[in-house]
Structures are given as C-alpha cells and as structure tokens.
C-alpha cells in the first residue's frame, strides 16, 4: 500500500532556511501536496506540486520533486517564528475530483527566535 | 472563502456511550471524508462518501462507525459505542468533482476524548 514518511522533528533558528523532507512509495498520484497543521489546528494545504514538475517555488516556500528516488522537500526561506507547525506531506489518490489523502508522519517545525 | 466547519470543537464522553460528530461541507463539494489522528501519530483516512453512499473504507471503520448525509448540509460520523481508543482528533474533508485540479479541504477537527 501507499506509504509516506518524513523525519519527526526540526528545529532552526528564526531567519534561516528550513528543508522538510519526504519520501512517498505510489508514484502515480498527478500531485504531491504539503499540509500545515498549526498548534490546535486544523490541516491546511500550503502548497502542491504536479508529479511532472521537478521545482515550484511560491514566495517563501520552494518545493523540490525527485520522482526518480520518489522524494518530496520543502524549504522554508527566512523562517518565522509564525512557521512553527507541524508539517505534512500527502499523496492524494483519485480521479474526478475524489481525493483520497494519505497523509506522512508529519515533521514538527520548532523556530527558535 | 469557504470552509469545512465541524462542531464540536471538543467532545468528552464515557466509554461506551454513543457520539455524533458533526460537519458541514463546502456547499458545492460533493465528496466527502473523515479522517482522523491519534495524538502523535499519522492523520488516518476513515471513510469516503459520495452520491449517499460509502464509496471507500478503511479497516478502522468496521461496524461501530457510521457516517450518514441526513440533510442537504451536515455529514455526520456517529460512534455507536465508544472506546478509549476512539480517543483522537477526528477531521471532516471535502472535495469538488469534475475540476482538473483539486483539492481536499479539512474542518479544524473535533477532539473526542473518551473516558
């Protein structure tokens, strides 16, 4: 079946860059997404790339795609304390709109100002 | 913009008793999702529904869960008989059809706490 992980836990510096990384097993899914789940939260989608891209850059936030070794990262230029949260990559699978999400183990972001 | 609301926000309730958990789904959404998180592990797909029907489960929800559309808005999840290890956060999701691209949308989550 599909599985997801990430490294557990991050902790950086308020103003350096953050990198989250991801390693997914089903290449078939047409996007990649990333969820942020603040303290008491629910979980929002920051951003997603397409399976046919290999870089999407959204102001602060560039994620990379290695489809070949089927890794996901997320770099989080001049974090904030604001960015701590815990962050998920996710894999959605369906077609016409159904969207069955599998979720990683998610990686807790800890800025320390 | 539009959102997935879920209410409550927190549920306590004594093993065994019965819960309803509560959503209503982006108005022009058409799939829906509950999911859910144990404290400190993966957020875990419980069941999808479309067209007034399950259209996938996952083996958690065997037949002490239960979802029903019982109006034109809410998606409700109903726990017949809770245990303590139904205790988790439990998410509500939609989904549009029929776009190119689109996306999951998640409720903020209703922690069930079962004593």
């Known amino acids: 079946g599909e599985d997801v992980e990430q490294s557990l836990f991050l902790s950086v510096r308020e103003g350096d860059s953050s990198v989250i990384n991801c390693t997914y097993t089903?290449?078939?899914?047409?996007?990649l997404y990333w969820y942020k789940q603040e303290p008491g939260a629910g979980l929002q989608l920051l951003t997603y790339?397409?399976?046919?891209?290999d870089m999407k850059q959204d102001q602060r936030l560039t994620v990379l795609l290695n489809k070949k070794d089927k890794h996901l990262s997320l770099r989080i230029a001049d974090t904030q304390t604001g960015d701590s949260a815990i962050y998920f990559c996710?894999?959605?699978?369906?077609?016409?709109?159904?969207?069955?999400?599998?979720f990683g183990t998610g990686t807790k972001l800890q800025v320390i100002p | 913009e539009p959102e997935v609301t879920q209410t409550p926000s927190h549920q306590v309730t004594q093993m065994g008793q019965e819960v309803i958990l509560r959503c209503v789904p982006i108005?022009?959404?058409?799939?829906f999702y509950w999911y859910r998180q144990i404290l400190g592990q993966k957020v875990e797909f419980l069941v999808s529904?479309?067209?007034?029907?399950?259209?996938?489960k996952s083996e958690i929800f065997d037949d002490q869960f239960s979802v029903e559309r019982p109006d034109g808005s809410n998606f409700t999840l109903k726990i017949r008989s809770t245990k303590l290890e139904d205790s988790a956060m439990y998410f509500c999701?939609?989904?549009?059809?029929?776009?190119?691209?689109?996306?999951?949308?998640f409720g903020q989550g209703t922690r069930l706490t079962v004593v």
């Open positions: 108005s022009n959404h058409l799939y």
């Open positions: 529904f479309y067209n007034n029907e399950i259209s996938e």
């Open positions: 999701a939609s989904s549009e059809r029929g776009r190119a691209r689109t996306e999951a949308f």
């Open positions: 089903d290449s078939s899914s047409t996007y």
């Open positions: 790339i397409f399976s046919n891209m």
């Open positions: 996710a894999e959605p699978q369906g077609t016409g709109g159904y969207q069955k999400v599998t």
